[in-house]
């Protein structure tokens, strides 16, 4: 029986505290520092800030007890995915990405991974199953993936690609490990940009990698070390901060982007909504199965582009940017980059206001764009 979501958000907030002290600070002091005090034997003890530091340490702390797996944190979601990249694949490999998933991920493999000999498919999440994984080294999954918020079933990705010998990688991006948990699905590692909402007040980037694999955590942490991909102490500082508040903002977050997304299914001036949380969604029974909530994500077809352009810059509680998952709301048009999605199809990432104002600021920019 694995533990539940709210019996680890509440030893969260102690983490820290069962190791302290008398008159130890309460709160995470930030070590800035590359040198450490360190006369003779230098063995079993810190030597210098590319291979360890106290603040990153409380950190993968924190994301290794939401994981319920050793964790490293890296400089970006990027970082941690390369390192998964170059710390795990050698040339001959093949790799499987999703089609639809994020944009960036496919473009490292592609512009990377070939010159080195290691070669990709990419194949869309909502049919991932469909060819099997024979030949495959690593097969890295994104679900919902970001932007289409197609799902996959984790277990069955699972277990086809180990039968056929492949190690499974999910990006968690949009869930958070309270929201879907893919190493007790059967991932072998699950990376994660924590520049979203684990952080969740959008001022740094960071990522994660989390793996039960000693052999596989082992070669990434070698890869972090020796190329210097380290995450700096003030933004783990940071994410700390933002760790603590991650449950009652994900959880404040997936209630309202239910209830939205709910109106917006039943609004005339909405041409899709595509929401796992949605009786009618097509991920909807397998996100029921596999995910602990519905996320705060969402996509939104509008009539025109001109018509999404002028919702999203017309509401006052719409903050146009790229990225998700901060306390304020935020949308933008994907196919501004290039995705190959409706040029009206928005990603609504609904944050912490009361979802009463919020509704009543959504609704009435909608009809104000459309009028
Ligand atoms: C944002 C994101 C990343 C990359 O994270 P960065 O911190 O921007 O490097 C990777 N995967 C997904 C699904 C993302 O949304």
Redo the contacts with the bound molecule.
Sequence with gaps: MTETSAARAARLAHLRGEKLRKGDPVALPLTLSSMFHLPGDPAGYAQYGRFSNPTWEAVEEMLGHLEGAPALGFP???AA?AAVFFGTLKAGDRVLLPSD??Y??RVLADRFLTSYGISYDIRPTASFLDGGFEGYRLVFL?TPA?PSLDICDIAEVCRQAHAAGAMVVA?N??MTPFGQRPLDLGADIVVA?D??APNGHSDI?F?HVASRDKGVMQAISDWRKLAGGIPGPFEAWLLHRGLETLHVRFERMCDTAEMIAAKFAQHKLVARVRYPGLPDDPSHNLARAQMERFGFLMGLTLGSAETAERFIDGCALIQPAT?FGGVHTSAERRARWGDSVDPGFIRLSIGCEPADELWTALDEALTQASG
């Design positions: 970006s979601g990027m995915i998933g994020y960036t991920t994104e970001n990006d991006t949009t940009a520049t979203k980037l990522g990225s």
